[in-house]
Each structure stands twice: as C-alpha cells, then as structure tokens.
C-alpha cells in the first residue's frame, strides 16, 4: 500500500512540474507583452522609447493598468490548474491500481488453488491435506489429544473405468466425493490422494472407535446405487485407519500406515480397518513381490499349462487355452488371480504377456508336430489389447515359429474390449485380418451385449464358467446358457462352455447345440508334454473318456 502511495505522489508531481511550466511560459509572455505594449505606448505619446517615456505611459495609461494584471492571473491560473489536474490525475492512477492488483489477486488465488486442491472433485488435494495433517498434528501434541487419518480406495473402479470409459469413471469420482463430503463435519477435511483414492482427516476425535463409526458412516453414504449413464452402480471402498499417536507420532508414518491398513482391508474385504504392526509383512511381501515377478519373468521362473478345449462332437481336443503360473522359489506356485492384478499395476503385463505369445506359439508349433493338430488359445488383457504394436509383434512371432495364423485364438474379456472400444476395435481388426480367431471370454459377466459384439470380428464366445458349473441347479443360469448359444450361432459364433465338471453338464451342453466345453470333466491346466500325450491319442480312445477315468 504504502508503495502505491508513493507511486502516486511522485506521478502528481511529475504532472505537476509540467503544468507550472506552462504556466512559467505564459507568465514570461505576458511580461513581454506588457513591456512592448509599454514601449509603444511611450513612444506615441512622446515620440522616443525610453525608461522615461515608458515610466509615463504605465501612469496615465488605463489599458496598460489591466495588462499589468496578466502575469498575476496567468500565476493563479496556473495554481488552480495545477491542482485540478493532479486530482484527476491521482484518480486515474487509483482506479487503474486498483483493477490491477484486483487481477493479481485473482490469479494468484487460481494459482493457490490450483495447488492445492483437485481439478476434478474440487476437494483439497495431497499437499494441502498433509498441510492441515500438520496443523492439526501440532495442535493435538500441545493439548495431548487424539486424531485419525482414514485413506479410503473404492473396489474395482478400474473395472468401472475401463468398462464405462474415463468421462464416466469421472463422474462417478465426482458423485463419490459429494457424498463423503456431505457424510463428515465441517471441522473434518476429505480430501483426494489421486485415482480413486481419498482421505479423511478427522481432527477431534475422543477414541478411536470413534474414527471406525466415522468410517461405518461413510461406507453407508455409498450404498445406494450410483446413477451413471443410465446405469446404475453399486459402489463399495475400504477404508484404512491410522490413529494419532499409537499408530504414528508424525504424519508421514500416519498416512503409510493408514495405506498399509487399507490394503490389508480390501483383501480380507472388511470394510475398514485399523492399522496394527502385524500387517507391514504384508506390504512388504506386495513390494517384494513386483521385484521378484519382474526377475522371474527374466530369468524363466514362469510355466505355462495347457487346459484342453475338447469338441462336444467328436471328443477330440480341439485346441488348448495357455494359462500362466509362477513356479515362485519360496511360495510354490502361484496362480494368475494371485500376481495378473499386481502385473497389471506395475506394468509388469507386457513382459508377462509377450513370454506367454511366445512360449504359446511355440509349444503350439511343437504339439502340431507331434501329430497333434489343435490351436493355441492366449489370453490377452485389456492394457495390451490397445497396444498398436501388438499386430506387429504377433506378425514376427508367428513368422519365427512357424504357426498357422489360424490355430491361433485370442481370448479378451468384454470390459477389455469396452475400455476403449475404438482403439480396441482397429487392433482386433488388424488381428483378425491377419488369420487369428477373436474370442469373447467371460462371456455373460461384463455390461455388453451380443447386438455390440456383432460388430467386431469375434468367432468364438466362452460362456463364463459360473453359469456353466450351476446350470443344472439353476434356473437362470440354465436359461443364460441355452440364450447364449442360440444368438451366438445366430451370429454366426461357435461357443465354448467354461467349467464343465461332469457329464451331466456335458450332455446338456450337446443337447443345447454347444460346440466346445473345457473344465475339470476333460482336464484341468496341465503340462505341454502330457497334453500331447491325450491329444495324440488314437480316435477309438477319445480325450473325455480317458478324463474320466
Ligand atoms: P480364464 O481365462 O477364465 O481361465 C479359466 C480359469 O478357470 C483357469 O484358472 C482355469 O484353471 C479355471 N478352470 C478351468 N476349468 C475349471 C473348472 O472346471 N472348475 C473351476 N473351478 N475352474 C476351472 P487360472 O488358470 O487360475 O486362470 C485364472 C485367470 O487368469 C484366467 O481366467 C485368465 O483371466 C487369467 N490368465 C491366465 N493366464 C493368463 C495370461 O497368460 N495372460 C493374461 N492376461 N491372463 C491370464
Ligand atoms: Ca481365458
Ligand atoms: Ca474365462
């Protein structure tokens, strides 16, 4: 302020300066003036111009008495100008000021609350909630009082995402995020850690039970149905909870260790939970985990089984679906459900799944010349399916190992297809143009529907195995089964049936038109060599006899 005020003063008087200026000018050109007229005046009446003459002309001569005054007027005016114009001039310079340092406040409030909160949800972001965290740290050490920090993820929002896109995993953050903040107190701050993460710091809490009803509350707050796009959406979270101070005396330890509870919450899906030591091995076991699977897929520490996909006409096997295990030194072997998720995290999934193509085409060549005619079905996830370099890649595997294009089938789920349907669509067209077979796995589980799918190049839909173990207790999922194959040989699709574990399923599976089953009732995932020696079977002995056997 006191700067502006200094700005001003030394502009008025610069203005200032200018006038008196003028006003010095007039004021020596009406000294001229009067002592011209004065000399002329002299010399009419006596004829020469001297002091005299001049002396005599300012005595008798009225006009010359009012010229005289000239100087002083031209002083006053210049005074009064003077004053006016510095006014004036002062309150341009306040007003343009003023809308100026208004503007730099506006953009420097923009610029703060860039930083410190979420573009999307409008919450406070990390920063700004690890700078109340602090705050409230402080204050709670002086008076000996308790707080807690609850760090919540929604359960499978990247299903959600993937599924209805991003726009629309948008909306549901934002619809998320009214509601916790509608749940808590004014004092409380929600805030959004990234993703679908988010924070609750409740400052004043008396035990820490009390932070659990906080959490009970604000998981019921999510139970009615979320309305997306006409859909509508059951949305659950697990909530961690980290204590001040027996979990943590600064706010780092408190927030990681809140982290650390919430995972331990969403794997035993508890809801909530508070943080105890106990649970730090897990986390550590997490980490170490990507390290090791990195290593493993380096250094050959993956296996490959085969699971049989046996036609319901012949009994033949008709192709194998590859499915990966790691043989993990010390935990034995692991199966996908337990390290595909954390692959998929870390980014673990392209390595993963360019060993799977390779060593499937591979042992495909292999089992082909054994005397074993069937085709090699790969699964490939989501991430991978819009990776415009996987044409290619496929292009120079299959041209190094030599297999037929069209013993190659590609399984992708739904959701995987529908994370982004065009970018998925331009990759499985360039696939499928190449000779491989797109089939639909899990078929049944995602939101799409069998109109969509006519409109990618799929030849093959797998109906999910949970409607095919219950089909013969169940009504419904009987009456999926038999819908399922119907419009999908109208389409022009064969089916496959996941999960088929005795014969009476089998039977009615031939019954209902379905082309192929796989499950426990042909064989479960087994080795390259012990497949090759089923499929290689002679004819007489077809693969589901011997399976039952
Ligand atoms: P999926 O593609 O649906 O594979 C079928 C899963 O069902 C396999 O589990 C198989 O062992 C199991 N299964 C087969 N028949 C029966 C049965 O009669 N009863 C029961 N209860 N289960 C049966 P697995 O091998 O544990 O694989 C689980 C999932 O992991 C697979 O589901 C697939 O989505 C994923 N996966 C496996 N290998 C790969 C891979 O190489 N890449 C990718 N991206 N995902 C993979
Ligand atoms: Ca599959
Ligand atoms: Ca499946």
Redesign the pocket.
């Known amino acids: 302020m006191a700067s502006d005020n200094d700005t001003i003063s030394s502009t008025t008087r610069l203005l200032r300066s200018r006038v008196s200026k003028h006003a010095i000018i007039g004021l020596l050109i009406s000294v001229m003036c009067i002592l011209l007229a004065t000399s002329l005046a002299g010399f009419i009446e006596s004829g020469s111009i001297n002091l005299d003459s001049m002396v005599y002309a300012q005595k008798t001569n009225f006009a010359l008495w009012v010229l005289d005054l000239m100087p002083f007027l031209f002083v006053m005016w210049g005074q009064y100008a003077n004053t006016v114009m510095a006014n004036e001039a002062s309150v341009v310079i306040m007003d343009q000021t003023s809308d100026l340092r208004a503007q730099a406040d506006a953009i420097e409030y923009k610029a703060n609350y860039q930083a410190t909160h979420d573009l999307l949800t409008g919450l406070p972001n990390r920063v700004l909630l690890f700078d109340r965290m602090l705050q409230v740290q402080s204050a709670a050490k002086r008076d000996d009082k308790l707080f807690a920090i609850l760090v919540m993820d929604l359960d499978h929002f990247k299903e959600i995402n993937d599924t209805l896109g991003h726009y629309n995993g948008d909306r549901l953050l934002k619809q998320v995020a009214s509601r916790l903040k509608d749940t808590v107190r004014d004092i409380d701050t929600v805030g959004r850690l990234g993703g679908d993460e988010f924070a609750v710091l409740l400052p004043a809490i008396s035990t820490p039970k009390a932070a659990e009803d906080v959490a009970r509350k604000l998981l019921k707050a999510l139970e009615p149905q979320f309305e997306i796009h006409d859909i509508n959406l059951d949305v659950t979270a697990s909530i961690g909870i980290a204590v001040y101070p027996q979990h943590g005396d600064d706010v780092d330890t408190l927030m990681q260790r809140a982290d650390v509870a919430m995972y331990s919450t969403k794997n035993a899906r508890t809801g909530y939970g508070q943080y105890c030591p106990s649970l730090d091995a897990n986390s550590k076991r997490r980490l170490s985990l990507s390290g090791e699977l990195r290593q493993s897929i380096e250094k050959g520490g993956m296996v490959l089984h085969y699971?049989p996909k046996v036609s319901l006409r012949t009994g033949q096997i008709a192709g194998a679906?590859?499915?990966?295990r790691w043989q993990h030194p010390e935990h034995g072997m692991m199966?996908?459900?337990e390290f595909?998720p954390l692959a998929e995290r870390t980014g673990l999934?392209r390595p993963l799944?360019l060993w799977?193509i390779e060593k499937g085409l591979k042992d495909c060549e292999y089992w082909n010349a054994q005397g074993m005619n069937a085709g090699v079905s790969l699964?490939?996830?989501a991430r991978e399916l819009i990776d415009p370099m996987i044409p290619d890649t496929f292009q120079k595997l299959l041209k190094t190992h030599d297999v037929d294009p069209s013993l190659v089938v590609l399984?992708i789920t739904e959701s995987a297809i529908m994370a982004d349907p065009q970018r998925a669509l331009d990759v499985l067209n360039r696939l499928n143009e190449m000779g491989m077979k797109i089939s639909v796995?899990?078929f049944g589980t995602g939101y799409s529907s069998l109109a969509y799918l006519k409109q990618l190049p799929v030849s093959e839909i797998k109906i999910d195995?949970s409607f095919v173990?219950d089909m013969l207790q169940d009504e419904n999922d009987a009456v999926i089964v038999r819908a399922t194959i119907d419009l999908a040989h109208n389409l022009g699709m064969s089916v496959v049936a996941?999960?088929?574990?005795d014969r009476a399923t089998r039977e009615q599976l031939e019954r209902l038109g379905c082309d192929v089953m796989?499950?426990?009732f042909t064989g479960?995932?087994m080795e390259r060599d012990e497949l090759i020696e089923r499929g290689t079977l002679e004819p007489a002995r077809p693969a589901i006899v011997s399976a039952e056997g």
């Open positions: 699971q679906e590859a499915l990966v199966f996908p459900d595909i999934i799944t799977v699964n490939i996830s399984e796995d899990d195995k173990m996941e999960g088929v574990q796989q499950g426990q479960m995932p």
